[in-house]
């Protein structure tokens, strides 16, 4: 005869809200763009205006917008002000942390718009304010993946000496233009300096990217990989690769992809996630995305996971 005791389970917290993939050059408030370019005389390109009004349009022209943005960035104040626009649009959203592709290599060295100091100063500062209001944060390189491993060694030549211990990723970007494998001395040279290796494959370029990336290239995360197939969604899963998956940038670039594969990928056992990608150029935010992975028809369940592994797997919230 049982004695029956009135167990209290603890229901599991709540994992923390972590925006996993978002890009500095591309997270700038639309009021702060249009603020500046009116106080430097430059017009605004049609391309940004057609992304900022939700249309959907070429890759190319992303990149336009995308590029006018950046050009912006010429200035510690200017990097800090990024940051923090990155930092308000995660607590708005009632997040708790990012993980911020940056390109310091194209800024300072590419462009020649500021110093590696003054860049790396802005970030801190950034970094610093998003900490006092709660938020973890860390920078992970973004390399140009066309731009060929040559590019990708001197952004290692650019940061290694001096690396700040907030940079805890390197990462290509950019048009899949490049094959993977070419990479793989690149990444090998990165993780050697203590960096995590991720990729931006599977978006622009074929699903075979994601299998090149991690198989020759090396990397131990994807960013986006929408246009894996099933058995390279089965490789992804049983080697537990994180995917980020930014669903108002697919919808804004990736256009053909349809109907979104995250469903599939979450079904397939594939670690997904989260991400705004440039929330400053394509807008949404944390609560964006999760709205639209809902509208994909994923339940309370599959939302609770893509934010769990959101924390599992971040890379701010790693030592
Ligand atoms: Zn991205």
Do not use: Y
């Not at 336009?64 to 002000?81: K, P, Q, T």
């Amino acid at each position: 005869m049982g004695v029956e005791h009135n167990v209290r389970v603890n229901p599991p917290l709540t994992p923390p809200l972590i925006d996993r993939h978002t890009h500095l050059e591309g997270s700038l408030d639309p009021s702060w763009v249009r603020r500046e370019a009116d106080r430097r005389g430059q017009i605004l390109p049609a391309s940004l205006e057609a992304l900022w009004s939700g249309a959907a349009i070429p890759f190319q022209g992303f990149i336009e917008a995308f590029l006018f943005g950046a050009a912006l960035l010429d200035s510690r104040e200017a990097v800090r002000e990024a940051v923090l626009a990155v930092a308000r649009r995660t607590l708005a959203a009632g997040g708790s942390g990012f993980d911020l592709w940056a390109s310091p290599h194209f800024l300072v060295v590419h462009r020649g718009q500021l110093t590696l100091d003054d860049f790396w100063l802005g970030v801190e500062e950034g970094f610093s304010d998003a900490a006092a209001t709660g938020l973890h944060a860390c920078l992970v390189l973004d390399a140009v993946n066309h731009f060929g491993p040559k590019h990708g060694h001197a952004v290692l030549d650019l940061v290694l000496p001096g690396l700040p211990g907030f940079v805890k990723g390197f990462s290509t970007g950019g048009l899949e233009g490049c094959p993977f494998r070419d990479w793989a001395p690149v990444f090998d040279r990165a993780r050697a300096a203590g960096l995590r290796c991720a990729a931006h494959a599977g978006e622009n370029g074929p699903g075979s990217n994601v299998r090149e990336a991690v198989l020759e290239g090396g990397v131990a995360r994807i960013i986006h990989g929408i246009r894996a197939d099933d058995a390279i969604l089965e490789l992804l899963a049983g080697r537990r690769v994180p995917v980020d998956v930014c669903p108002s940038s697919n919808r804004a670039l990736a256009m053909d992809v349809q109907p979104h594969p995250l469903p599939r990928m979450l079904l397939a056992g594939v670690r997904c996630a989260l991400g705004t990608d440039d929330p400053g150029v394509i807008p949404c935010d944390l609560g964006t995305e999760t709205t639209a992975a809902r509208s994909m028809g994923l339940d309370d369940l599959a939302l609770a996971r893509l934010r769990r592994n959101g924390a599992e797997d971040a890379w701010c919230l790693q030592d």
